[in-house]
């Protein structure tokens, strides 16, 4: 086990690094200039020239690449080009906001699939197991930004229920557990909770259906066996394959959501994204892209290490 | 059975829970403050806050003229004519007498930043050292970056007394006061206070306006509250609060106001605009020196070197029917200035909407529908200023295939387009097209023709995108600058603005009107005729 610790942890190393090169690459790649999110096009000649020096943009790509590794090694990811604050606490402030989100959206998703795959599960067939696979459907197949955008003229603009926008009355970084606060969590961790809930539901549903046909289910009802203690058995069954998809499902909303973030002018990752593209923010586009794909390498991390701990088999293969 | 049990008991919950929960949402009060205005801007960041802002114009206007002020600052007290620029740090202003490139300006005393430190001679010194001198501790050349350009004519600068000071210009240049009013002027003492730490600054900033800086979330909200002390009687802020919130997504910005969660939106959605008003929202709009062009290409093989065709080209578009397509939200465009304005001149090219005649003039060179001029234009999906450009365009193109033109778009965003413009229509970037469609404000006479049409302001000292050579047009300008007298130099301009509009050297096809929407609570707003606006007359009512 230490070994296999070992050797999973330094792989992660050279990925790291693989991950930095391209993130710094394809955003070099894209087109336009990252002056032109610093100077504005009036600004002539030797004025760009100066602000290009003042950040280092007149350096060549290879030394920049080296000078932002050895600075994001010590967590620093730069300034700004397009407001001249640190990356870093940037991009921490936002991925604060968009776990805050995820979390939100997966308890709600997460747990209406459970319940939906279930019911449908132990319903095929039925009319509720129709009603039930058609809103799984539904949710997989509706666009975010559309559903967003008709919650928000439903519950903001017609009923003047929930605010549309924004992450509190103050701002994210008062953020508390208040009704206050929590009202404007409600949409945009609703939009995003369709996805998972549609996979979630879709998933167990098929589980809970193939394990009802299995044999000992009808063995366990032979023998007499409570239907409370046989459906024990039958989530026990669905619980790994559940796990796993909802963990995946986790992975994806923590990468945080460019349309819902806009939409609902949710301070996340996903905004400042969009943010940085449209205003060519190099080192924010750079930082948070990172950072991100870092959170991925480390998640991989933690689930290879919790599988080889649950099944040996892992660790010799 | 329990299954089935469970299910009849679920047709009663959920319904019941849907209830209860929706009565909880429902008996939560709405969270606002009274005179609070808050604003949802088209910026996707509060705009940089030091002193020289960022965000274009938008900059200028929430977080320039609210928390600064600059030497000359823009009359924006009228809504019924063009504004003009009145005193603001600096009480008058004279060039010397026997030299045309000295400029003294007499500076306002018994002025306080929003620190209580004084704003005297030595104050402006060392905000022009924050731009123009590289080795001073308190340069900034993300300032420097903002504004520079604004200023192409700065030479030097000195201190003359504890209130006076002077400026060289590089060459004579009438238009001078016009820059000046885009550099504005920081607290030194709290600089310093701050341990000369810009970031710091850009959090508490204190400068002289009426509004000062009391909260800064970055990307969320900025709060601002009146400066008891400011110096002008007649720009006192009358709300208690006014909180800038940025939304650069246009629908986010229409349910934030219907919603009632901000009460003022920038630049509404013209397809929203009758929904907002069946709502009881309020649209207000006004012209300002603001137009909607096709810069052409003067290139050699560019289809525009033919006078025929760009006439045909503006006698070809439909302005009112692009004007019901916006919703009323445009005014025709028959030259870069509105016809009422002096520059405008009498030009004898009348432009309106002739196909007959645009088919006439192309048939003359050799142009018809079976053999049209094939024309490629670069244009952009938004941007500030752009009104709709997708739209626009596409209608434009519809009107000129009835007469023989035919578009070809280059489709790039915004951030890609506007670099751009200094780069020049033989640039790699501008895809071989022969039109760029990017919007501008012709506040001065510089921003509104020098930049463009003189031949010194071609790639990349200017925006001479399309190469324009005219020396008529450079005589008309350069006499222009160096004339002091303003009725003189009016004459000058609008000679040349005839001569423009007679040769036809643009498409020009509309002037934006600026629209907001507001609740109907906001009250005091006057729309001035100009890209900036004062917020300070606007109060909430009760």
């Known amino acids: 086990m230490p070994i296999y610790f070992l050797k999973r942890v330094l792989y992660v190393i050279p990925i790291t690094l693989a991950v930095s090169f391209f993130c710094f690459s394809l955003v070099h790649l894209s087109p336009g200039d990252p002056m032109d999110a610093v100077v504005s096009p009036d600004a002539p000649s030797e004025v760009v020239a100066m602000v290009q020096r003042a950040y280092g943009f007149d350096r060549p790509l290879p030394e920049q690449y080296g000078r932002w590794v050895v600075r994001a090694v010590q967590g620093d990811l730069g300034l700004s080009a397009a407001n001249g604050r640190a990356v870093t606490a940037e991009v921490f402030s936002a991925l604060k906001n968009t776990l805050l989100l995820a979390f939100a959206a997966s308890l709600i998703g997460f747990t209406l699939g459970c319940v939906f795959g279930t019911l449908a599960g132990y319903f095929q067939g039925s009319l509720l197991d129709r009603l039930v696979t058609g809103i799984a459907v539904g949710g997989v197949s509706v666009p975010h930004y559309w559903l967003g955008m008709l919650l928000v003229i439903i519950f903001s603009v017609e009923l003047n229920w929930l605010p549309s926008s924004g992450a509190g009355p103050g701002s994210s970084s008062d953020w508390n557990f208040e009704w206050a606060y929590l009202r404007h969590l409600i949409l945009p961790a609703v939009t995003l909770s369709v996805i998972p809930m549609g996979v979630v539901t879709r998933t167990i549903r098929a589980m809970v259906a193939d394990i009802l046909a299995h044999e000992f289910v009808e063995a366990l009802r032979a023998k007499g066996m409570a239907e409370r203690q046989v459906f024990r058995h039958v989530v026990k069954n669905v619980a790994p394959t559940a796990l796993a998809v909802m963990g995946l499902q986790l992975g994806y909303l923590l990468g945080g959501s460019i349309l819902v973030e806009t939409v609902f002018s949710w301070p996340g990752t996903g905004l400042l994204l969009n943010n940085a593209i449209f205003q060519r923010d190099l080192p924010i586009l750079q930082g948070t892209i990172l950072v991100l794909a870092l959170f991925f390498v480390m998640l991989n991390l933690i689930v290879d290490l919790a599988q080889a701990r649950l099944d040996p088999r892992i660790q010799r293969g | ?542």
């Open chain 2, 1 to 542: 059975m329990v299954y089935n049990k469970s299910a009849q008991t679920w047709r009663w919950a959920a319904p019941a829970a849907l209830s209860i929960g929706l009565a909880v949402l429902a008996s939560s009060p709405a969270v606002q403050a009274e005179q609070t205005l808050r604003i949802a801007m088209t910026a996707s960041d509060i705009p940089l806050t030091t002193g020289q802002p960022d965000s274009g114009f938008e900059g200028y206007r929430f977080v320039g003229y609210t928390i600064y002020d600059a030497l000359i600052n823009w009359d924006m007290s009228s809504a019924d004519d063009i504004s003009g620029l009145t005193p603001g740090l600096a009480e008058s202003w004279e060039i010397d007498e026997d030299d045309q490139q000295v400029w003294y300006f007499h500076l306002r005393e018994g002025v306080t930043f929003h620190d209580g430190s004084d704003w005297n001679a030595d104050a402006a010194i060392w905000n022009l050292d924050k731009v123009y001198d590289e080795d001073s501790p308190q340069f900034d050349a993300r300032q420097a970056g903002n504004v520079r350009g604004r200023i192409p004519s700065m030479d030097g600068y000195d201190k003359i007394d504890d209130y006076t000071i002077s400026f060289t210009t590089s060459e004579p240049d009438a238009w001078f006061p016009y820059q000046l009013t885009f550099l504005l002027f920081s607290s030194p003492a709290q600089w310093e206070a701050l341990d000369g730490d810009w970031d710091e600054f850009a959090r508490q900033p204190s400068g002289t306006g009426p509004f000062r800086l009391t909260r800064l979330v970055p990307r969320e909200r900025a709060v601002l509250e009146p400066f008891a002390d400011y110096w002008d009687a007649d720009r006192v802020p009358q709300v208690d609060r006014l909180e800038l919130l940025p939304m650069p997504e246009s629908s986010s910005r229409t349910s934030a106001l219907l919603s009632g969660q901000v009460d003022w939106i920038e630049s509404p959605a013209a397809d929203a605009i009758a929904r907002m008003e069946s709502q009881g929202m309020v649209i207000t709009s006004n012209p300002y020196p603001h137009t909607w062009p096709y810069q052409f290409s003067m290139l050699e093989g560019s289809p525009w070197r033919d006078i025929n065709v760009r006439k045909a080209a503006n006698l070809a578009v439909d302005r009112e029917g692009l004007e019901s397509l916006l919703g009323g939200m445009m005014v025709p465009a028959v030259g870069t200035v509105t016809p009422d304005h002096p520059w405008f001149g009498e030009p004898e090219f009348e432009i309106s909407y002739d196909p007959d005649e645009a088919r006439r003039l192309l048939a003359e060179s050799g142009y018809g529908p079976d053999n049209p001029v094939e024309i490629k234009v670069l244009i952009s999906t938004s941007g500030s200023g752009q009104m709709q450009p997708l739209a626009m365009n596409e209608y434009i193109q519809q009107t000129f295939t009835e007469v023989g033109i035919e578009l070809e778009f280059e489709v790039l965003d915004w951030e890609s387009l506007f670099p751009n413009w200094r780069r020049g229509a033989d640039h790699e970037t501008s895809l071989g097209a022969h039109a760029t469609n990017i919007t501008f404000g012709w506040l001065d006479p510089f921003a509104a023709f020098y930049r463009f049409m003189h031949s010194s302001m071609a790639p990349p000292n200017g925006f001479n995108w399309g190469y324009m050579d005219d020396p008529e047009y450079d005589r008309l300008l350069d006499e222009a600058k160096v004339t002091f007298d303003q009725d003189a130099q009016d004459a000058l301009l609008a000679e040349f603005h005839a001569r423009m509009v007679d040769d036809a050297a643009w498409l020009w096809v509309a002037h934006d009107v600026g629209p907001r929407a507001m609740n109907p609570r906001v009250q005091g707003f006057v729309q001035a005729q100009n890209w900036f606006q004062d917020l300070t007359p606007v109060y909430i009512e009760e």
